[in-house]
């Protein structure tokens, strides 16, 4: 029963992965690029939780420091489900700081499954970017 339960982790991922994609996807399609980040940030919240998911913004992140627990005032925008970080972006491009604070906020969090979405593109395809720490789409 164990290995059957640790076949169905990577897909769970997966399909929260896509859904998110397919989410932000609609979301572009009826507001276009060239808005606010937090209006994008706003409404991918939406059609997640639309969608039945448990999303949570804006969810702060500590640093442990030698022990200590630190409050810096890191925050990630999006956690879908526990299991997937989204940062939501809406920049000319996405440069490698972008990539650097995901795999940060993926390291700290302990969430191996991460989405860089920049809604600034023409086609969103070309804004998605799924990044994955260690072996963390397995779980």
């Known amino acids: 029963m ?3 339960a640790s076949l ?3 897909v769970r991922v997966n399909e929260i992965s896509g859904d998110i994609v397919s989410s932000a996807m609609h979301v572009h399609a009826v507001l276009g690029p060239g808005l606010l980040e ?3 940030l706003a ?3 939406h ?7 448990r999303v949570a913004t804006q969810v702060g ?3 442990i420091y030698d022990g200590e627990k630190i409050e810096l005032g890191y925050r990630i925008d999006l956690i879908v489900e526990g299991t997937v970080i989204v940062e939501v972006k809406s920049v000319e491009a996405i440069h490698p ?3 650097a604070q995901m795999l940060s906020y993926m390291r700290l969090s302990g969430i191996g499954v ?3 979405i920049n809604f600034n593109v023409r086609s969103l395809r070309d804004g998605i970017k799924r990044l994955v720490d260690g072996d963390s789409w397995e779980k």
Not at 47 to 53: I, N, Q, S, V
């Open 2 to 4: 164990a290995a059957r």
């Open 8 to 10: 169905l982790k990577p």
């Open 61 to 63: 992140l500590p640093v």
């Open 97 to 99: 700081v972008h990539q």
């Open 38 to 40: 937090s209006t994008y």
């Open 47 to 53: 059609e997640l939780r639309k969608r039945g998911h």
């Open 114 to 116: 991460g989405l860089l």
């Open 43 to 45: 409404c991918l919240a």
